[in-house]
């Protein structure tokens, strides 16, 4: 018998996730964790597309970050070197206009996709002195969220950072529906798959009372990971990013 799958991204990445699963037979269903909305005052985002030139390089946290920066714009292709972390931000870069030529992204066979092996595909780029802005999002007042370890390499080697928050993370509201979801998949086999290690601390802050030691969960980065077995998931296992290794990993549960 399948084993029903909760896919936790973002709402536009959710569906493609889904849609990848069923077409491989999962049962798949989406329950964002984070909602993206856009920001408030789009007025910094206006004004750093405008001076684009003044980077040797834009660094993408996400494919929302990519999407939103470049939504409307029509000037992708201005853009300087784009940085991605993983195929999901290569996408949305390319969606949106971005030349191939100009993207950099750690490479598949990598054994984690995040800014540690993006560091190591592109550490070369930076000089003392080049500028480099890092495209990201924010929390509910617009203010920058994620990690600074990138950050701090760069401005290491020599190199300026700069950042500009180019949407929202919110963090889910359940209706009555999406409630009853969760509080099942806590206990009925259901596999929950997380790429985010905040998408679980909303998941925590959403359902307060509710206990995760029957649960179980699919992982794309050891942090991620931690963060499930420190919420209390009973079973933590641990997949690549990408359709092919999650199915994989889904079906080493069957």
């Not at 020599?158 to 806590?186: N, S």
Request: hydrophobic share 50%; charged share 20%; with cysteine.
């Amino acid at each position: 018998m399948k084993r029903r799958v909760i896919v936790t991204r973002p709402a536009r990445e959710a569906q493609r996730s889904v849609a990848e699963l069923q077409a491989a037979g999962h049962l798949a269903v989406a329950l964002p964790l984070i909602a993206i909305e856009p920001v408030s005052d789009a007025g910094a985002l206006q004004q750093v597309r405008a001076r684009m030139g003044d980077w040797s390089a834009l660094m993408f946290v996400s494919a929302a970050a990519a999407s939103h920066f470049f939504a409307a714009s029509g000037d992708s292709d201005r853009a300087p070197r784009c940085w991605a972390t993983g195929p999901g931000t290569v996408r949305a870069l390319r969606e949106a206009g971005v030349p191939e030529t100009r993207i950099d992204a750690p490479p598949a066979s990598a054994a984690q996709l995040d800014s540690e092996a993006l560091w190591d595909s592109v550490q070369a780029q930076v000089v003392p002195g080049a500028r480099v802005l890092i495209v990201r999002g924010g929390d509910v007042a617009g203010q920058p969220t994620g990690r600074d370890w990138l950050a701090r390499e760069i401005e290491a080697v020599g190199g300026v950072v700069d950042t500009v928050v180019a949407y929202r993370r919110l963090p889910p509201v359940f209706d009555a529906r999406q409630q009853r979801l969760a509080a099942e998949a806590a206990r009925d086999g259901t596999l929950w798959l997380f790429s985010s290690a905040e998408a679980i601390g909303n998941l925590r802050r959403a359902m307060p009372d509710q206990r995760w030691d029957q649960a179980l969960a699919i992982a794309t980065h050891p942090r991620i990971a931690e963060a499930a077995r420190a919420a209390g998931f009973g079973t933590v296992r641990l997949a690549a990013p990408g359709t092919a290794a999650m199915a994989a990993s889904i079906e080493s549960f069957e």
